[in-house]
């Protein structure tokens, strides 16, 4: 994620903050500062949620070290100021591996509420009366850091998919029908819960209103990807691979591209020198390009340099996941170093289409 910095590698798995998680450390101190907490009390409060952070870092830590005895890894963890994020390759497709994936994180928020408490019992500092809650010093640390995980727990819990409880409501669901309706119903109901979560934001806290719009968009994006890759599952880039494309050089002028753009249907170019891949040619590059340069220059100054490959045995999956989420029209597909052919959205998104009405 882009205004992340690095943390470490804990069992092996990228830890991140991104930047804007420094806003809640601004708003503590600044809430802080408007009580007139004094310096001592504001350390407090800042270490409080630093460990707090801690034990976001744990869960997901949780959540990935789960999936990881499924064979799935986790490609980082990044704390943003609304939660924390492990970034898995995929949900187990199994419904019992997702429940036991989706539970590990809020199993973990318990299990150190559960030592806490332990140690807190044996210590004497389970002290419930009202005067050790206001404010958090270091004789109520631990006890509001034992609370704190028990309504992580709870919050972690509720069914708002793509929340943990969610994820569990869903699995639970994917046991007795197909997974598809499954996650149809599981995102109605989180987009239900967004609904309230944003409106009991409204009178609480703001930031509620932020993991309310994350709910909501995740929900949706969940459901299209379970839809797709219901379709898309078993096959590769190679079924809807093209062959019929007019390659261009880099040292082209702009002219040609324009020519055979009018001429006929291709709209996306593959650019390519020796054999190898240099870059693509939009529609948009070569309508951009003609307002800025003359139809003679080379289109090696117009092309977009930045292009994503896929190796000829990429499920189709996992590429259509990876050209929508990059916003990617076309790509190249490689067979080891030579190019195979290249794929299009235009034509995966008719090949979903077949393929779903073929279903029905
Ligand atoms: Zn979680």
């Given at each position: 994620?882009?205004?992340?910095?690095?943390?470490?590698?804990?069992?092996?798995?990228?830890?991140s903050?991104?930047?804007?998680?420094?806003?809640?450390?601004?708003?503590?101190i600044?809430?802080?500062?408007?009580?007139?907490?004094?310096?001592?009390?504001?350390?407090f409060?800042?270490?409080?949620?630093?460990?707090?952070?801690?034990?976001?870092?744990?869960?997901?830590?949780?959540?990935?070290?789960?999936?990881?005895?499924?064979?799935?890894?986790?490609?980082?963890?990044?704390?943003?100021?609304?939660?924390?994020?492990?970034?898995?390759?995929?949900?187990?497709?199994?419904?019992r591996?997702?429940?036991?994936?989706?539970?590990?994180?809020?199993l973990?928020?318990?299990?150190?509420?559960?030592?806490?408490?332990?140690?807190?019992?044996?210590?004497g500092?389970?002290?419930?009366?009202?005067?050790?809650?206001?404010?958090?010093?270091?004789?109520?640390?631990?006890?509001?850091?034992?609370?704190?995980?028990?309504?992580?727990?709870?919050?972690?819990?509720?069914?708002?998919?793509?929340?943990?409880?969610?994820?569990?409501?869903?699995?639970?669901?994917?046991?007795?029908?197909?997974?598809?309706?499954?996650?149809?119903?599981?995102?109605?109901?989180?987009?239900?819960?967004?609904?309230?979560?944003?409106?009991?934001?409204?009178?609480?806290n703001?930031?509620?209103?932020?993991?309310?719009?994350?709910?909501?968009?995740?929900?949706?994006?969940e459901?299209?990807?379970?839809?797709?890759?219901?379709?898309?599952?078993?096959?590769?880039?190679?079924?809807?691979?093209?062959?019929?494309?007019?390659?261009?050089?880099?040292?082209?002028?702009?002219?040609r591209?324009?020519?055979?753009?009018?001429?006929?249907?291709?709209?996306?170019?593959?650019?390519?020198?020796?054999?190898?891949?240099r870059?693509?040619?939009?529609?948009?590059?070569?309508?951009?390009?003609?307002?800025?340069?003359?139809?003679?220059?080379?289109?090696r100054?117009?092309?977009?340099?930045?292009?994503?490959?896929f190796s000829?045995?990429?499920?189709?999956?996992?590429?259509y996941?990876?050209?929508?989420?990059?916003?990617?029209?076309?790509?190249?597909?490689?067979?080891?170093?030579?190019?195979?052919?290249?794929?299009?959205?235009?034509?995966?998104?008719?090949?979903?289409?077949?393929?779903?009405?073929?279903?029905?």
């Amino acid at each position: 994620m882009k205004y992340a910095v690095d943390l470490g590698r804990p069992f092996g798995i990228r830890v991140s903050v991104h930047w804007t998680f420094l806003l809640i450390i601004a708003w503590v101190i600044f809430i802080d500062l408007q009580q007139g907490l004094d310096l001592q009390q504001i350390v407090f409060s800042v270490l409080f949620v630093l460990a707090i952070f801690v034990c976001v870092v744990l869960h997901e830590l949780s959540h990935s070290l789960m999936a990881r005895r499924y064979g799935i890894n986790t490609r980082s963890i990044t704390l943003l100021p609304i939660g924390g994020v492990a970034d898995l390759e995929k949900m187990p497709d199994d419904p019992r591996q997702e429940l036991a994936v989706s539970l590990a994180g809020p199993l973990m928020n318990i299990a150190i509420a559960l030592v806490l408490w332990l140690f807190l019992a044996m210590t004497g500092g389970l002290d419930f009366e009202p005067s050790n809650f206001q404010e958090i010093n270091h004789s109520n640390f631990l006890l509001i850091l034992m609370l704190a995980n028990l309504m992580l727990a709870l919050f972690n819990l509720i069914p708002a998919f793509p929340m943990d409880g969610g994820r569990v409501f869903r699995s639970l669901l994917a046991l007795k029908m197909a997974r598809d309706q499954a996650t149809y119903v599981a995102m109605n109901i989180g987009k239900m819960f967004a609904f309230f979560i944003a409106l009991w934001g409204l009178y609480t806290n703001p930031f509620l209103i932020f993991i309310a719009i994350f709910i909501y968009i995740g929900a949706q994006r969940e459901y299209e990807l379970v839809k797709y890759s219901s379709v898309l599952a078993g096959y590769t880039v190679e079924h809807v691979l093209m062959h019929e494309y007019t390659p261009l050089h880099p040292d082209d002028p702009i002219r040609r591209a324009v020519d055979i753009l009018l001429d006929g249907p291709e709209q996306r170019f593959i650019v390519t020198e020796a054999g190898k891949v240099r870059g693509i040619l939009t529609r948009n590059d070569i309508i951009q390009g003609l307002t800025r340069y003359d139809q003679q220059v080379a289109i090696r100054n117009i092309m977009n340099t930045g292009v994503t490959t896929f190796s000829h045995d990429t499920s189709l999956e996992k590429a259509y996941e990876q050209m929508r989420t990059q916003q990617i029209t076309m790509a190249p597909v490689l067979k080891g170093e030579q190019l195979a052919g290249i794929i299009d959205m235009d034509n995966i998104n008719e090949f979903l289409m077949v393929r779903r009405a073929l279903r029905r």
